[in-house]
């Protein structure tokens, strides 16, 4: 069966970096989009950013643009959040998602448990 198990979480000091990591089973990862989501307290699930299966990215997220780095590694099996400059409003659970399909636009079907992202002074 389909599994996403996100790791690299923590507490992270405004400014500060975190890299988050996913690793897929179950599925021809090669052949499919994955997106990063995050819902914060109190706040609904929103996108951050997706990669197709080409590598070709998308970002959902504004306030992450420039700070946030989607990649993916086929041979491992694994796609890769990279955030730097981080503020307090970036504290959330991130969650890894799978696409219905090869790029970012054909909505996501299965989810892993998410890893929770704290930045605080």
């Known amino acids: 069966q389909v599994q996403l198990v996100e790791t690299g979480g923590g507490l992270v000091q405004p400014g500060g970096s975190l890299r988050l990591s996913c690793v897929a089973s179950g599925f021809n990862f090669n052949n499919y989009a994955l997106a990063w989501f995050r819902q914060a307290p109190g706040k609904e699930r929103e996108g951050v950013v997706c990669i197709s299966w080409q590598g070709i990215r998308s970002t959902y997220l504004d306030s992450g643009k420039g700070r946030f780095t989607i990649s993916r590694d086929n041979a491992e099996k694994t796609v890769y959040l990279q955030m730097d400059s981080l503020e307090l409003e970036d504290t959330a659970v991130y969650y890894c998602?799978?696409?219905?399909?090869?790029?970012?636009?054909?909505?996501?079907?299965?989810w892993g448990q998410g890893t929770q992202g704290t930045v605080s002074p």
């Open positions: 998602a799978k696409g219905r399909t090869v790029g970012c636009h054909n909505g996501y079907d299965y």
